[in-house]
């Protein structure tokens, strides 16, 4: 099971979370933020985590009981959309029918406008209005409605990069961003690659009778060998795979789809160049995710293909200790 929220901002974030610095440097921002009503705009590439980081802002906020609304800004027709975020008024013979937005289904809460970008630019204006005045009208309406919501939104790449940003009004940009933040590819994070595969196992814990339980370090590093050009996504569709084609307790680099076994050597080679990840980095991050993965001491030297005596000596190396937690790792020896 995923492990339990708390009630603070810090206990809600950090655990269960990704590991990389880079993240830890942007659930720090988050953190901080989370507690004001400051708009946010979250920037990155496709499938890199905005509208998880959203929610997330949303579920350490003060707002965290009220609802949680995704206005997808690219799917929504142009003449449903100012109707689908203000609502309207029409005029019936029986009277006024009102249509309540998604401004006000999200009172009391957040709301997410996903590629922002890809609003026109009046309804962008009008958005814009209403963080700055606080007060919006429904489609055919005369009434001013005080929203109570915090705005986040979220744009593909960078800000200043992207293509749409040419259609993203500066003076939205300034009413609803105080804060900034850019989520970066998995390919410059791949510390994070071993806390989405533990994720997606859970998710997918396979079609067979055997139960995948967790990945060996050989097939973990044929996934931090690979750049992922489709981000969680594409990992996610890959381990998915993974579970379906292994038949035993732990993914083998042969259960992964072929496409990453061909590219592992180059990868692997352009990886080493980079020096993202490699040598003892790498060798600590995999001994780390065997120790979280695993239930007793044959299990984590099984997944990493090394003696008893060689793991040993490894924890003292990097100064890892077992999860305390679990009793069957007790007897294993860390850090003295």
Not at 30 to 37: G, K, P, T
Not at 85 to 90: K, Y
Not at 91 to 120: M, N, Y
Not at 155 to 174: C, I, M, P, Q
Request: hydrophobic share 35%; aromatic share 8%.
């Amino acid at each position: 099971m995923m492990p339990r929220y708390e009630q603070s901002a810090s206990q809600k974030i950090l655990p269960g979370t990704p590991r990389s610095v880079m993240m830890q440097h942007i659930l720090q921002t988050v953190e901080r933020i989370a507690v004001s009503d400051l708009g946010v705009l979250i920037s990155g590439e496709p499938s890199t985590g905005k509208e998880w980081l959203a929610r997330m802002i949303h579920r350490c906020s003060g707002r965290s009981a009220g609802p949680f609304v995704r206005v997808d800004c690219a799917s929504l027709p142009r003449r449903d959309l100012e109707t689908k975020i203000f609502g309207s008024e029409v005029l019936t013979l029986s009277g006024i029918k009102v249509r309540t937005g998604a401004l006000e289904e999200a009172k009391g809460g957040t709301i997410f406008f996903d590629q922002i970008a890809k609003l026109p630019a009046g309804t962008v204006a009008k958005i814009a209005r209403m963080l700055e005045y606080q007060d919006f009208r429904r489609v055919g309406g005369y009434d001013e409605n005080t929203p109570n919501v915090r705005v986040i939104a979220s744009l593909h790449k960078n800000y200043g990069e992207s293509s749409n940003a040419r259609n993203f009004r500066t003076d939205l940009y300034y009413r609803i961003t105080p804060v900034l933040l850019n989520l970066p590819p998995l390919r410059e994070r791949p510390g994070d690659i071993p806390f989405f595969i533990e994720k997606f196992i859970l998710e997918f814990p396979g079609s067979s009778q055997q139960w995948v339980k967790a990945i060996t370090s050989a097939a973990l590093y044929t996934c931090l060998a690979y750049d992922w050009p489709g981000n969680i996504r594409e990992l996610k569709d890959a381990i998915r795979y993974a579970t379906i084609m292994c038949a035993e307790r732990y993914i083998q680099p042969g259960h992964l789809p072929a496409y990453l076994l061909r590219r592992d050597r180059k990868r692997g080679e352009a990886l080493n160049t980079r020096g993202v990840l490699h040598g003892e980095r790498l060798e600590k991050l995999m001994i780390e995710h065997a120790l979280k993965t695993s239930t007793t001491t044959s299990e984590v030297a099984s997944l990493l293909g090394m003696s008893l005596e060689t793991l040993s000596s490894k924890l003292l190396e990097y100064e890892l200790s077992p999860d305390p937690g679990n009793p069957l790792l007790g007897n294993m020896r860390g850090p003295q």
